[in-house]
C-alpha cells in the first residue's frame, strides 16, 4: 500500500511539473507572438477571366511577393468576415436630382453586408459632417443608417480628399481589422487641402480599401473618373461609373458581394520604414486566368 502511494505521488508530481513547464512555454510563446511579430494585413478580391468574382480559392492557390520576391503567406481567410465601412456621400449642390437614388443606393449597399459590419456616414460639400449622432461611432441598425444617409445638406463647393482623409481618421476606432471605404460622389475635387496622392498614402499606411462610385455626366468623367480609379486600383478596391445614375443601387449591391467575398492574407512585414511593393497572383486548374486585387504596397514600420 505505501509502494503505491508513493508511485502516485510521483506520478501526480510529474504530471505537475509537466503541465508548470508547458503552460510556462505557452505564455512564453505567445508573448512572442503579441509583441514580436509583425504582421501585415491584406484585403483582396479575385477575379476570374470573365471578371466575375471567385471565391473559395484554397490557400494553396496564392503566391505572394514582396519586392518581387516571395514570401510565405503567415494567415489564411476566405471566409466573410465582417468589417468597418464608411459611406462617404457628396453633398455639393449638384447632387440634389440625384439624391434619392443615392439614398437607395447606400441602404441596399448595407442591406446587402454582413449583418456584423459596424457602418458610419460622412456627407461632404466643402466641410464634412457626420451622419450618426455625435455619441455613436457605429452601426450596423439599417434604420440607423437610413437616418444618417438622409441627412443631406446640399450646397458649397467639393473636398473629396479632405472628406475622406476624415473617413480614414474615424476609422481608427473600428474594432475590425477588415476596413473599407464606400465613397459616392459626382464632382472632381475642387477645395481640399489634401490631394490624390496624400489621400493614397494615407489609405495605404491605416490599411483601408476604397470603392468608389462616381455619377458623372460624359463631359466630366474622363477628368474625374481618373483620380477615382487611381485611388481604388492603388488600395485594392475599385471605381464604378453606372450610366444611367439609377444604376447605382445595383451598383452598391455589387460592391457589398464583392466585399463579402474578399479574401485575407497577412506576413510578416519588414521593420525599415521604407515602403515595399506588394503583388499577389492566384492559379486554380478550374479557371483560364485568375487576377488578385489588392493594394500595390505598405509602408514598413520604422526599426
Known amino acids: 500500500m505505501q509502494f503505491v502511494s508513493i508511485f502516485l505521488f510521483w506520478v501526480f508530481l510529474g504530471i505537475g511539473v509537466f503541465q508548470f513547464n508547458f503552460e510556462q512555454t505557452l505564455v512564453a510563446q505567445s508573448s512572442v507572438i503579441r509583441l514580436d511579430v509583425n504582421l501585415v494585413e491584406l484585403q483582396a478580391r479575385v477575379t476570374d477571366q470573365d471578371n466575375r468574382s471567385v471565391s473559395g480559392l484554397a490557400r494553396r492557390a496564392f503566391q505572394l511577393f ?44 448595407a442591406r446587402n453586408s454582413n449583418s456584423q459590419d459596424q457602418m458610419f456616414v460622412i456627407h461632404f460639400s466643402d466641410q464634412t459632417r457626420l451622419g450618426l449622432p455625435v455619441d455613436k461611432l457605429f452601426t450596423n441598425d439599417v434604420a440607423e443608417l437610413e437616418s444618417a444617409i438622409s441627412k443631406f445638406d446640399l450646397g458649397g463647393t467639393t473636398s473629396l480628399y479632405d472628406a475622406i482623409f476624415s473617413a480614414i481618421e474615424h476609422l481608427r476606432h473600428a474594432d475590425f481589422g477588415r476596413k473599407v471605404l464606400l465613397i459616392v460622389t459626382d ?33 466630366e ?74 493594394r500595390r504596397g505598405y509602408f514598413a514600420k520604422s526599426p
Open 221 to 294: 468623367s474622363d477628368r474625374s473618373s481618373k483620380a477615382l480609379s487611381q485611388l481604388a486600383q492603388a488600395t485594392g478596391g475599385q471605381a464604378y461609373f453606372p450610366m444611367p445614375v439609377t444604376d447605382i443601387t445595383e451598383t452598391c449591391r455589387t460592391i457589398a458581394r464583392e466585399i463579402r467575398t474578399q479574401y485575407t492574407f497577412a506576413f510578416i512585414g519588414a521593420e525599415d520604414g521604407k515602403y515595399h511593393r506588394i503583388k499577389v497572383e492566384a492559379h486554380d486548374g478550374k479557371y483560364e486566368k485568375l487576377e488578385v486585387h489588392t
Open 66 to 109: 514582396v519586392d518581387d520576391v516571395a514570401e510565405p503567406i503567415t494567415v489564411f481567410r476566405g471566409e466573410d468576415a465582417p468589417v468597418t465601412a464608411g459611406i462617404v456621400v457628396d453633398n455639393s449642390a449638384s447632387m440634389a436630382p440625384k439624391q434619392s437614388s443615392v439614398i437607395e443606393a447606400a441602404l441596399e449597399f
Open 187 to 219: 464632382g472632381r475635387d475642387n477645395s481640399s487641402h489634401a490631394n490624390v496622392a496624400d489621400v493614397i498614402k494615407k489609405a495605404q499606411k491605416e490599411e483601408i480599401l476604397i470603392f468608389a462610385v462616381g455619377l458623372f455626366d460624359e463631359a
